[in-house]
């Protein structure tokens, strides 16, 4: 009897990529084990992300990080944190004064504390809705090393005069009021004004708040080794002189108010808020700006609700290795390649079935729980910063599309190392190792942790990133807290790359290698 060997009746072209898709499906679905896997992978991403870590300890002995904190005008979560002296001011004026000194005191890495600036450390003048945490506000001030800056709503910045200040080289700082209209002027020697900026401040009442503040934020300071970030509270004493009023602000003294968890003692007290023929010496801690995420942060973005799809990451890319290499170990790749001999086409179409599937079943699951998870943090108390709808799409179909090329990568390097076992080793090289190292357990210095985050298959997972990089906001802005060094897409883009490679890799081998 002579053998024969099969070939297809249907001629190379698109139908017959058809039907060879539709044959590989067939594989899929008919192996119990690989869709249970790509179940179990579903399952991971829905219940570690609906599940107990999600729940949060709001209301239970005290605060968790985390909780609803002040939420500024625009929605977004603030810090709010100043030493205030103030006086009230009804309808329109405006408040003129002259800085003259602006010092400081910053955690050392032992603990302790010596003489210096945080870079955004401020004082100046401020004209507020109210003293309540989150209400709209404009502010012109003096900063430790970013100059004179014009700052509102705690997302607005504007700058001003460059340079520090000193006794010979003061500031002179003024913000005026028309209606809801705050305009903010600085000069080198008080006769020369320039405006630095205009802002509106909507739904502002007949009478706001004015006066003096004094704030420093969190210091943070990168020391040598794997423990590369060393910190904690700061404060700053400004000094202030020429102080002039015009326009509505009521005779009487001023009162001195330490706003949300701001240092500062009480009006009077040695180094806080003192006055003494007509030049006044402020001194507090804390922030007038945006939250950010980090050790300090407040609140979680929804990413937060897809930390179990590292675990569903994994099941997938053990299935994705397993869609290629099981033909191997059983033999059967021969019969594959003798009924298409075209073998580019084979490989070709694996990928197209197994990231198909586990791009459907990664959507479904990034779905669920980042539309059900936000109600639940939500529920418990929890703050989850705004996103735009758009925002949640991408991070939705973004987060599936990575799964999706991971698992088509896990294919490609099944093909070439035909093992299954030392396939998914490598696959936990390329893809998992990156991840633990830059997001998951960050344990190298920010330099290589950057580096990672931009070249590794890793660098895709800032398709979930939703937190903007204020820089008036000194923060360690790494891929741990939610940061990235590439854009969203920009970063999908390179995992794109690396499965280009590993398939052109993997085609090459095929084409080359007997079966």
Same mark, same amino acid.
């Given at each position: 009897m002579t053998a024969m060997m099969y070939r297809p009746g249907v001629q190379a072209g698109h139908d017959g990529f058809a039907q060879l898709l539709w044959a590989e499906w067939v594989k899929f679905r008919t192996v119990r084990g690989w869709v249970i896997g790509m179940i179990v992978a579903v399952l991971a991403i829905v219940a570690l992300g609906l599940g107990p870590s999600m729940r949060g300890t709001c209301g239970q002995n005290g605060p968790a990080s985390g909780c609803a904190g002040p939420v500024g005008p625009g929605g977004e979560a603030v810090t709010d944190s100043f030493y205030f002296v103030h006086r009230p001011l009804a309808?329109? *004026?405006?408040?003129?004064?002259?800085?003259?000194?602006?010092?400081?005191?910053?955690?050392?890495?032992?603990?302790?504390?010596?003489?210096?600036?945080?870079?955004?450390?401020?004082?100046?003048?401020?004209?507020? #809705?109210?003293?309540?945490?989150?209400?709209?506000?404009?502010?012109?001030?003096?900063?430790?090393?970013?100059?004179?800056?014009? !700052?509102?709503?705690?997302? *607005?910045?504007?700058?001003?005069?460059?340079?520090?200040?000193?006794?010979?080289?003061?500031?002179? @700082?003024? @913000?005026?009021?028309?209606?809801?209209?705050?305009?903010?002027?600085?000069?080198?020697?008080? &006769?020369?004004?320039?405006?630095?900026?205009?802002?509106?401040?909507?739904?502002?009442?007949?009478?706001? !708040?004015?006066?003096?503040?004094?704030?420093?934020? !969190?210091?943070?300071? &990168?020391?040598?080794?794997?423990?590369?970030?060393?910190?904690?509270?700061?404060?700053?004493?400004?000094?202030?002189?020429?102080?002039?009023?015009?326009?509505?602000?009521?005779?009487?003294?001023?009162?001195?108010?330490?706003?949300?968890?701001?240092? *500062?003692? #009480?009006?009077?007290?040695?180094?806080?808020?003192?006055?003494?023929?007509?030049?006044?010496?402020?001194?507090?801690?804390?922030?007038? #700006?945006?939250?950010?995420?980090?050790?300090?942060?407040?609140?979680?973005?929804?990413? !937060?609700?897809?930390?179990? #799809?590292?675990?569903?990451?994994?099941?997938?890319?053990?299935?994705?290795?397993?869609?290629?290499?099981?033909?191997?170990?059983?033999?059967?790749?021969?019969?594959? @390649?003798?009924?298409?001999?075209?073998?580019?086409?084979v490989l070709a179409a694996k990928a197209v079935v197994i990231g198909a599937v586990t791009f459907a079943a990664g959507l479904v699951a990034s779905a669920i729980v980042v539309t059900l998870g936000q109600r639940v943090l939500r529920g418990n108390g929890v703050y989850v910063w705004p996103v735009t709808a758009l925002t949640e799409v991408r991070v939705i179909v973004g987060t599936a599309a990575v799964l999706a090329a991971a698992s088509v990568i896990a294919l490609a390097i099944g093909t070439v190392l035909r093992r299954s076992a030392a396939a998914v080793a490598a696959v936990i090289v390329v893809i998992v190792l990156p991840y633990l190292l830059t997001v998951a357990v960050p344990i190298l210095p920010a330099g290589p942790t950057d580096w990672l985050a931009r070249v590794t298959p890793a660098a895709a997972f800032a398709v979930q990133q939703t937190l903007i990089q204020y820089p008036q906001v000194s923060n360690v802005y790494a891929p741990s807290a939610g940061y990235y060094p590439l854009a969203p897409w920009a970063g999908f883009a390179v995992l794109c790359a690396w499965v280009a490679v590993a398939l052109g890799l993997a085609a090459y081998l095929l084409r080359r290698r007997d079966a």
């Amino acid at each position: 009897m002579t053998a024969m060997m099969y070939r297809p009746g249907v001629q190379a072209g698109h139908d017959g990529f058809a039907q060879l898709l539709w044959a590989e499906w067939v594989k899929f679905r008919t192996v119990r084990g690989w869709v249970i896997g790509m179940i179990v992978a579903v399952l991971a991403i829905v219940a570690l992300g609906l599940g107990p870590s999600m729940r949060g300890t709001c209301g239970q002995n005290g605060p968790a990080s985390g909780c609803a904190g002040p939420v500024g005008p625009g929605g977004e979560a603030v810090t709010d944190s100043f030493y205030f002296v103030h006086r009230p001011l009804a309808g329109n *004026g405006d408040i003129t004064v002259r800085v003259t000194s602006l010092t400081g005191q910053i955690p050392t890495l032992s603990g302790g504390t010596q003489n210096g600036l945080a870079p955004w450390a401020k004082a100046g003048i401020i004209i507020k #809705a109210s003293t309540r945490q989150g209400s709209a506000y404009a502010a012109m001030m003096v900063t430790g090393r970013h100059g004179v800056r014009m !700052q509102y709503d705690y997302t *607005g910045d504007t700058p001003g005069l460059a340079g520090s200040i000193s006794a010979a080289s003061p500031r002179w @700082l003024r @913000l005026t009021r028309s209606g809801g209209t705050l305009t903010g002027y600085d000069s080198a020697n008080g &006769t020369r004004w320039t405006r630095v900026g205009t802002v509106t401040l909507a739904r502002l009442a007949l009478t706001v !708040q004015g006066g003096l503040f004094a704030t420093s934020p !969190q210091y943070a300071q &990168t020391s040598v080794g794997l423990s590369s970030v060393y910190g904690g509270p700061s404060r700053v004493t400004g000094v202030f002189d020429h102080l002039s009023l015009r326009g509505g602000w009521p005779g009487g003294g001023w009162t001195g108010r330490a706003i949300g968890a701001a240092g *500062g003692p #009480a009006a009077g007290s040695p180094g806080g808020f003192g006055e003494s023929a007509g030049r006044f010496t402020v001194t507090g801690t804390g922030d007038i #700006a945006p939250t950010v995420s980090g050790a300090d942060g407040n609140g979680v973005t929804i990413a !937060q609700t897809l930390i179990g #799809a590292f675990a569903g990451l994994i099941v997938m890319v053990v299935v994705g290795v397993m869609f290629m290499t099981a033909e191997y170990r059983r033999g059967l790749i021969r019969v594959t @390649l003798a009924a298409t001999p075209r073998r580019g086409r084979v490989l070709a179409a694996k990928a197209v079935v197994i990231g198909a599937v586990t791009f459907a079943a990664g959507l479904v699951a990034s779905a669920i729980v980042v539309t059900l998870g936000q109600r639940v943090l939500r529920g418990n108390g929890v703050y989850v910063w705004p996103v735009t709808a758009l925002t949640e799409v991408r991070v939705i179909v973004g987060t599936a599309a990575v799964l999706a090329a991971a698992s088509v990568i896990a294919l490609a390097i099944g093909t070439v190392l035909r093992r299954s076992a030392a396939a998914v080793a490598a696959v936990i090289v390329v893809i998992v190792l990156p991840y633990l190292l830059t997001v998951a357990v960050p344990i190298l210095p920010a330099g290589p942790t950057d580096w990672l985050a931009r070249v590794t298959p890793a660098a895709a997972f800032a398709v979930q990133q939703t937190l903007i990089q204020y820089p008036q906001v000194s923060n360690v802005y790494a891929p741990s807290a939610g940061y990235y060094p590439l854009a969203p897409w920009a970063g999908f883009a390179v995992l794109c790359a690396w499965v280009a490679v590993a398939l052109g890799l993997a085609a090459y081998l095929l084409r080359r290698r007997d079966a």
